[in-house]
């Protein structure tokens, strides 16, 4: 069993500031999404990253790939209200179709 | 294209009492998940079907949890003699086989057992 941890838990900042979240494991993985969940919605897919190394960008946001392959971080530049959710990390062993999101780092940006 | 539907979006039932939630994918996925989700973690994976056949269940789905999917279409979520630690959201996602892994999530069906 994969041992899945998403650090910070929780996440106060102001519009503005820059923040870094990260997912890390002991396990190897073929790749990686990032999905955000507002409250009272269902999580949505933000990017899938494949190849160790491999840095992606959604606007403001700034995707990484470990270079092994076991961990990832997602920063966010100028942080907005509108960045407020829950970031899931979603490690893809290639063994099956079932998503094992880790808990989640719950971001809270305030104006 | 109306995304991924989830009726109903919240249920209060009493402890002992039987639910059933559905769930109708993006019509034209073939695979729908069903997830857990209580409060500070992430969704946790219960049920997988490709088309109208249930191919992975996980170990949280106990006898008291049954899933179908009669026509590869919707598909339904029971919980039958409903338990306090029922209580969660519960989430379905659907996408489409040769599309990689990404899942289109419904806005979930929130769960109080008293």
């Known amino acids: 069993t994969q041992l899945l941890e998403q650090s910070p838990q929780f996440l106060s900042i102001q519009e503005g500031e820059n923040l870094t979240v990260y997912c890390n494991s002991s396990s190897v993985f073929s790749s990686l999404q990032w999905y955000r969940q507002e409250p009272g919605e269902g999580p949505v897919l933000l990017v899938t990253v494949v190849t160790g190394g491999e840095v992606k960008k959604l606007k403001r946001l700034t995707f990484q790939f470990g270079d092994a392959r076991k961990d990832s971080s997602l920063h966010i530049t100028a942080a907005q209200p509108g960045d407020t959710g829950l970031y899931l990390c979603?490690?893809?062993?290639?063994?099956?179709?079932?998503?094992?999101f880790g808990k989640g780092t719950s971001l809270l940006v305030t104006p | 294209d109306t995304g991924v539907s989830q009726d109903p979006r919240h249920k209060i039932t009493k402890r002992g009492q039987n639910v059933t939630f559905r769930c109708d994918p993006i019509?034209?996925?073939?695979?729908l998940y069903w997830y857990r989700q209580t409060l500070g973690q992430g969704p946790e994976f219960l049920t997988y079907f490709q088309n109208e056949a249930q191919l992975e269940k996980s170990r949280l789905l106990s006898d008291r949890f049954s899933a179908e999917r009669p026509k590869g279409s919707f598909s339904t979520l029971e919980i039958q003699r409903t338990e306090q630690g029922d209580s969660a959201m519960y989430l379905c996602?659907?996408?489409?086989?040769?599309?990689?892994?990404?899942?289109?999530f419904g806005p979930g069906t929130r769960l109080t057992v008293t």
């Open positions: 996602a659907s996408s489409l086989s040769g599309s990689g892994y990404e899942q289109y």
């Open positions: 019509s034209e996925h073939n695979r």
């Open positions: 979603a490690p893809i062993s290639g063994s099956g179709y079932a998503l094992n």
